[in-house]
């Protein structure tokens, strides 16, 4: 069975740091591509960053670029990204997803975390 | 990079009606397009891939058409069961943007 746990949502003041993890299991996660994506409050789907299953090809949407930053530790099937210089406007749901069939970007979500809580708040 | 509009933003029918959702791309993506359903407190569901393509276990009610820039959902009678807000998404390259989404709810 796919499994995908984030961790690491909380609250952080505007300007902070978090870092999220998404534990992986029950697929062959050193070969798929992942990707987070997040939902603000009452708000639509946004994709925020993917990296391909090697790690060494990230992709950010242009509202977190330069302050997000998505990694992998394919020894350990954890997903991560690293939040700094937060907003208000990244107050959200965050979801790991990986990638339907082959698992490349060429392929819709499949499968979804519960997801974890940001809040930058003051 | 390219932009997914949705239409309408929100809808409400009947239980049986016939319902289109359209889904419109900024530029081309031949049929990497896929719709997902999320219903209030759960995560989004893969229903359609490939623009036609039904992932298993949906429905058959529900079906997608389309190519290039211009594409639609249609849920051929709605049940109670379909409340839920739809998505479009691109999958073209590794940005995967979404549509606004609609919101469909029973009349």
């Known amino acids: 069975e796919v499994q995908l746990l984030e961790s690491g949502g909380g609250l952080v003041q505007p300007g902070g740091s978090l870092r999220l993890s998404c534990a992986a299991s029950?697929?062959?996660?050193?070969?798929?591509?992942m990707s987070w994506v997040r939902q603000a409050p009452g708000k639509g789907l946004e994709w925020v960053s993917s990296?391909?299953?090697?790690?060494?090809?990230?992709y950010y949407a242009d509202s977190v670029k330069g302050r997000f930053t998505i990694s992998r530790d394919n020894s350990k099937n954890t997903l991560y990204l690293q939040m700094n210089s937060l907003r208000a406007e990244d107050t959200a749901i965050y979801y790991c997803?990986?990638?339907?069939?082959?698992?490349?970007?060429?392929?819709?979500?499949?499968?979804w975390g519960q997801g974890t809580l940001v809040t930058v708040s003051s | 990079d390219i932009q997914m509009t949705q239409s309408p933003s929100s809808l409400s029918a009947s239980v049986g009606d016939r319902v289109t959702i359209s889904c419109r791309a900024s530029?081309?993506?031949?049929?990497?397009l896929a719709w997902y359903q999320q219903k209030p407190g759960r995560v989004p569901k893969l229903l359609i891939y490939?623009?036609?393509t039904l992932q298993s276990g949906v429905p058959s009610r529900f079906s997608g058409s389309g190519s290039g820039t211009d594409f639609t959902l249609t849920i051929s009678s709605l049940q109670p069961e379909d409340v839920a807000t739809y998505y479009c998404?691109?999958?073209?390259?590794?940005?995967?943007?979404f549509g606004q989404g609609t919101k469909v709810e029973i009349k």
């Open positions: 029950g697929f062959s996660f050193t070969t798929y591509a």
């Open positions: 490939a623009a036609s």
């Open positions: 997803a990986n990638f339907y069939g082959s698992g490349s970007y060429y392929n819709p979500f499949w499968y």
């Open positions: 530029q081309g993506i031949s049929n990497y």
């Open positions: 998404q691109k999958y073209n390259n590794a940005l995967g943007t």
């Open positions: 990296i391909s299953a090697s790690g060494g090809n990230t």
